[in-house]
């Protein structure tokens, strides 16, 4: 692939000096070379390659292959869901996002708990894989807002901008009540989120129970429920922290 057939070394060392042209180039479906040179150009440091190397480097190791049509080039899939997965854990996750999780979960719960009554495994199966993929985004997107308020809160107390002191704390607050919210209402026993994730834990219970002809199915509800546990506690700590 192309991100294993170069040296993995040079591979992150450049996209770490680069982190923000390759943020732009994840907008580009397609990109032609004096596009490319453009954006390159724009996004290079003072006293870092010119444009024309930094687009070279972004071939030779594989942030870029050319498209099948010719004239232009693409990002290779791996790469993209490479990029795609470390952005998503930098930018904060908002209630409304958060909200949609929760409710994605319990849909998959209430066609998880069929499957279970209707004795359909191979469907359990599917909806249990699609459950924990869900339960991982929710731990990681929660973990992503704590690092984000964290620094976002250092950045306001550090106020490189020389922002008046009201105009900085006001930030902070947004911050707060935007995005320390989702994580308030996860693990606030009082909020509806709470109830809907102790429905689906004695879902996942239910089924290791019920479909004991199908030890690998029992298994992928224990491990399923493992990792609700799991992603509860962290965004707990990850909430409690956020606090400090």
Same mark, same amino acid.
């Given at each position: 692939?192309?991100?294993?057939?170069?040296?993995?070394?040079?591979?992150?060392?450049?996209?770490?000096? $680069?982190?923000?042209?390759?943020? *732009?180039?994840?907008?580009?479906?397609?990109?032609?070379?004096?596009?490319?040179?453009?954006?390159?150009?724009?996004?290079?440091?003072?006293?870092?390659?010119?444009?024309?190397?930094?687009?070279?480097?972004?071939?030779?190791?594989?942030?870029?292959?050319?498209?099948?049509?010719?004239?232009?080039?693409?990002?290779?899939?791996? @790469?993209?869901?490479?990029?795609?997965? @470390?952005? *998503?854990?930098?930018?904060?996750? =908002?209630?409304?996002?958060?909200?949609?999780?929760?409710?994605?979960?319990?849909?998959?719960?209430?066609?998880?708990?069929? =499957?279970? *009554?209707?004795?359909?495994?191979?469907?359990?199966? @599917?909806?249990?894989?699609?459950?924990?993929?869900?339960?991982?985004?929710?731990?990681?997107?929660?973990?992503?807002?704590?690092?984000?308020?964290?620094?976002?809160?250092?950045?306001?107390?550090?106020?490189?901008?020389?922002?008046?002191?009201?105009?900085?704390?006001?930030?902070?607050?947004?911050?707060?009540?935007?995005?320390? =919210?989702?994580?308030?209402?996860?693990?606030?026993?009082?909020e509806p989120f709470q109830g809907q994730l102790d429905q689906l834990d004695q879902?996942?219970?239910?089924?290791?129970? =019920?479909?004991?002809?199908?030890?690998? @199915?029992?298994?992928?509800?224990?491990?399923?429920?493992?990792?609700?546990?799991?992603?509860?506690?962290?965004?707990?700590?990850?909430? $409690?922290?956020?606090?400090?």
């Amino acid at each position: 692939t192309p991100m294993a057939a170069r040296n993995p070394q040079r591979f992150f060392n450049f996209a770490a000096e $680069h982190y923000a042209l390759l943020e *732009e180039l994840l907008r580009f479906e397609l990109i032609t070379d004096a596009e490319l040179l453009a954006l390159a150009a724009r996004q290079r440091k003072e006293y870092s390659a010119s444009a024309e190397s930094i687009a070279a480097s972004l071939i030779e190791l594989g942030f870029l292959e050319p498209a099948p049509e010719g004239g232009a080039y693409e990002m290779p899939l791996p @790469v993209w869901r490479f990029l795609q997965y @470390v952005r *998503e854990q930098y930018h904060l996750t =908002s209630v409304r996002q958060i909200a949609g999780y929760i409710e994605e979960l319990d849909d998959l719960r209430q066609r998880l708990e069929a =499957s279970i *009554e209707q004795q359909q495994p191979a469907q359990a199966a @599917v909806l249990l894989t699609a459950i924990a993929d869900t339960i991982e985004q929710v731990r990681q997107d929660m973990h992503g807002n704590r690092e984000k308020i964290t620094n976002e809160v250092q950045a306001a107390r550090a106020n490189p901008e020389r922002l008046p002191l009201r105009a900085r704390y006001e930030n902070i607050a947004r911050i707060f009540t935007d995005y320390l =919210s989702p994580m308030r209402e996860i693990i606030d026993p009082t909020e509806p989120f709470q109830g809907q994730l102790d429905q689906l834990d004695q879902t996942l219970g239910r089924g290791a129970e =019920s479909l004991l002809t199908q030890p690998a @199915v029992v298994e992928q509800c224990q491990r399923t429920r493992r990792r609700l546990t799991r992603m509860r506690q962290h965004i707990a700590a990850d909430f $409690h922290q956020a606090m400090l």
